[in-house]
């Protein structure tokens, strides 16, 4: 499969290392959804891998990598069976889900995996995190030409939630503030949970 094309150096490094952080739990024969995939660089570089079947939805087709399925959903409920993925991953996706969603998107994300969830996010530790995540959110609020409330949660806040929601925590692992770019130096965590 033909190289994806990066509009950037930094673009290609952020997503490489966020490949990176999934690797270890993708398999040959794997079925993956990647929820709120964006340009769709994950998703390609994922669809690159041998015997890696992706398949991705977004609430808009703002797709630059178009070389796997892709469906536009309401950002709740999912156009898929249940069981239907191997591997469900979210990546920087749940902060930019207004409040009263994140829950009902999570419990569909549940329905549709058969096995693992992969949630890489923003989690503040700040009032400096809190600062630039209000920022980026506000930013990305007017490109989707959205007002609803969105709130981003802690390490500690969502691994309560996934587990509330019946899921077994597999690894928390906090990221370093520069892991992706020097130009946003949040906290994140990559969290993987099992059905």
């Known amino acids: 499969m033909e190289a994806i094309k990066y509009p950037s150096a930094t673009v290609r490094k952020e997503t490489l290392h966020t490949l990176s952080l999934v690797t270890r739990y993708l398999r040959p024969n794997m079925h993956v959804l990647d929820v ?11 669809a690159r891998r041998p015997g890696i079947d992706v398949q991705s939805v977004d609430i808009v087709d703002c797709r630059e990598v178009r070389t796997f399925p892709f469906k536009i959903f309401d950002g709740v409920s999912l156009p898929f069976a249940a069981a239907s993925f191997d591997f ?11 409040d009263e ?6 419990r569909e994300v549940i329905r549709v995996s058969r096995a693992i ?8 530790e700040s009032s400096f995190d809190y600062f630039v ?24 806040e969502w691994l309560w ?5 019946g899921l077994r925590i597999l690894e928390a692992q906090a990221l370093g503030r520069f892991c992706r770019s ?7 965590t990559l969290m993987i949970a099992a059905r």
Request: with cysteine; proline share 6%; aromatic share 8%.
């Open 161 to 165: 939630l996934l587990r509330g929601l």
């Open 133 to 156: 995540g209000h920022r980026h959110a506000e930013r990305f609020r007017r490109r989707i030409h959205s007002t609803a409330g969105y709130g981003f949660l802690t390490r500690g």
């Open 182 to 188: 020097l130009v946003q130096p949040f906290a994140r």
């Open 88 to 98: 469900v991953l979210l990546s920087f996706v749940l902060h930019h889900v207004p």
């Open 36 to 46: 709120g995939c964006g340009a769709g660089y994950v998703s390609g570089e994922m």
């Open 117 to 124: 969830v992969g949630l890489v996010e923003d989690t503040p």
């Open 101 to 106: 969603r994140k829950i009902p998107l999570l």
